[in-house]
Nanobody
């Protein structure tokens, strides 16, 4: 399974971006698709996820600002980012796999990863 992420770029604080991630090479919808991010000098962290038929999961730092959505038939996931802050600057990675509930927000729960797309938020 290959994941292709796109949509990153440079935006001013308070602005919006939409990231997209499309999967290819599989006809089986993954149990979960998620977004993680990694800022310079920091560890990769969970951002948001869609898992089975549950309501989406979000990191506390993005709740109310980011929305994750997707199309299970097309095996795609989107991340709508509003009210962006400079601290949202990072490389954003999409991930897919079959995590159990306790690992939905953990990188080890996902087998497949995209190449990352850079989001830069300027002040």
């Amino acid at each position: 399974v290959q994941l292709q992420a796109s949509g990153g770029g440079l935006v001013q604080a308070g602005g919006s971006l939409r990231l997209s991630c499309a999967a290819s090479g599989s006809t089986v919808s993954p149990g979960g698709m998620a977004w993680f991010r990694q800022a310079p000098g920091k560890e990769r962290e969970f951002v948001a996820a869609r898992w089975r038929s549950r309501n989406p999961f979000y990191a506390d730092s993005v709740k109310g600002r980011f929305t994750v959505s997707g199309d299970n038939n097309k095996i795609t996931v989107y991340l709508h980012m509003n009210s962006l802050k400079t601290e949202d600057t990072a490389v954003y990675y999409c991930a897919a796999g079959f995590p159990i509930l306790s690992s939905v927000g953990r990188a080890e729960g996902y087998r497949y990863w995209g190449q990352g797309t850079l989001v830069t938020v300027s002040s």
